[in-house]
Antibody, heavy 128, light 110 residues
């Protein structure tokens, strides 16, 4: 049974860097059939996908346009986890942050992803 | 403003069948699978339907999904009080090269 355990500070000062970690059990961050996502949720922005990392003979990242200049998602194979770093935060980045696994499903000749396992969420407040 | 459009609210009486719509475009729903999530207050979203109409193990067959063109629907039959919560649709968007969500629908069981 796959589980995702999130950790990181709940309070970050404006202009600083938000850092969260998602530890994986029951699967591997290096899996060739999974991808590892960060999503956030706030009353003003709803559910917002931030990005993902995945391994297909080499590491790849996809990032949301809205945060592309400020975000880094890194895998840590030694600890079987992945992390989120969001730079230059403002109060607009206040949200509940979730990590989630993408699984692959084959539909005909094509492959698609769906997020099936989520972490419990971390409430992050950006305030001085 | 969310890329996928859902009605903000829906309602039904116990035992009734309700549907929740999700409207998108050719770059998301029109060319990718749609997934549905149920979110209880204070908890993470839970996968309800994947690949348009597939139920993960453990999800009751009262929940079903469908997709046609650039729209998708979630149907809940035999409505129960425990179904009263928020529902979200999601899909990959090829133009944005990212995942997009609907704004969510709050289901009320009258």
């Amino acid at each position: 049974q796959v589980q995702l355990q999130q950790s990181g500070p709940g309070l970050v000062k404006p202009s600083q860097t938000l850092s969260l970690t998602c530890a994986i059990s029951g699967d591997s961050v290096s899996s060739n059939s999974a991808a590892w996502n960060w999503i956030r949720q706030s009353p003003s922005r709803g559910l917002e996908w931030l990005g993902r990392t995945y391994y297909r003979s080499k590491w790849y990242n996809d990032y949301a346009v809205s945060v592309k200049s400020r975000i880094t998602i890194n895998p840590d194979t030694s600890k079987n986890q992945f992390s989120l770093q969001l730079n230059s935060v403002t109060p607009e980045d206040t949200a509940v942050y979730y990590c989630a696994r993408d699984r692959i499903v084959a539909v005909g000749a094509y492959y698609y992803y769906y997020m099936d396992v989520w972490g419990k969420g971390t409430t992050v407040t950006v305030s001085s | 403003q969310s890329v996928l459009t859902q009605p903000p609210s829906a309602s039904g009486t116990p035992g009734q069948r309700v549907t929740i719509s999700c409207s998108g475009s050719s770059s998301n729903i029109g060319s990718n699978i749609v997934n549905w999530y149920q979110q209880l207050p204070g908890t993470a979203p839970k996968l309800l339907i994947y690949s348009n109409n597939q139920r993960p193990s453990g999800v009751p067959d009262r929940f079903s999904g469908s997709k046609s063109g650039t729209s998708a629907s979630l149907a809940i039959s035999g409505l129960q009080s425990e179904d009263e919560t928020d529902y979200y649709c999601a899909a990959w968007d090829d133009s944005l090269n990212g995942r997009v969500f609907g704004g969510g629908t709050k289901l009320t069981v009258l």
